[in-house]
């Protein structure tokens, strides 16, 4: 499972099933979400979009994903892994996941973090996560005035 923090001091948090979804998100021939329905923490890819009714638990486990054609709060811009051995603790995952998303936000968004309309938050593993192997940062970018997003953000320039 995953931890969700925001940059700002609100942490955001999810669980599809929390909102109802029971069927499995479509992915097309692309890998992009063609079928909105729930989608595994562990199966999240760069350009897969979601709704931030989701955001009510502490950790993560499934994520209500929707194509990015349609409106959405959220779209995830960059993964990456962590490559300390042991879980370094709540703060130290927290800063590498918000100082490794901040040094891929401008070559995924295609403009400067601080130019862009886009802010962004963190999915990180949780200790118990962590046990199991789970080093994957999610990088997550939303509108920072909450405005529903209408296409991807990757490479928009906005």
């Not at 973090?113 to 963190?122: C, V």
Request: aromatic fraction near 10%.
């Amino acid at each position: 499972m995953f931890q969700a923090k925001s940059l700002v001091p609100v942490a955001i948090v999810a669980v599809a099933a929390g909102v109802g979804l029971t069927r499995a998100a479509e992915r097309g021939e692309d890998g992009a979400i063609v079928e909105a329905g729930a989608l595994s923490a562990f199966e999240i890819q760069i350009g897969d979009c979601f709704d931030d009714e989701a955001f009510a638990a502490e950790e993560i486990s499934e994520i209500p994903a929707i194509p990015c054609s349609q409106p959405h709060d959220n779209e995830v811009y960059a993964t990456f892994d962590v490559s300390a051995e042991e879980f370094p603790g709540d703060e130290e995952i927290d800063w590498l996941a918000s100082e490794g998303c901040y040094e891929r936000f401008a070559d995924a968004i295609g403009m400067s973090y601080e130019d862009s309309i886009i802010d962004f938050t963190t999915m990180y593993p949780s200790s118990g996560s962590w046990e199991n192997g789970d080093r994957e940062i999610v990088c997550i970018g939303f509108h920072m005035e909450l405005e529903k997003l209408e296409a991807t953000i990757i490479g928009s320039g906005i």
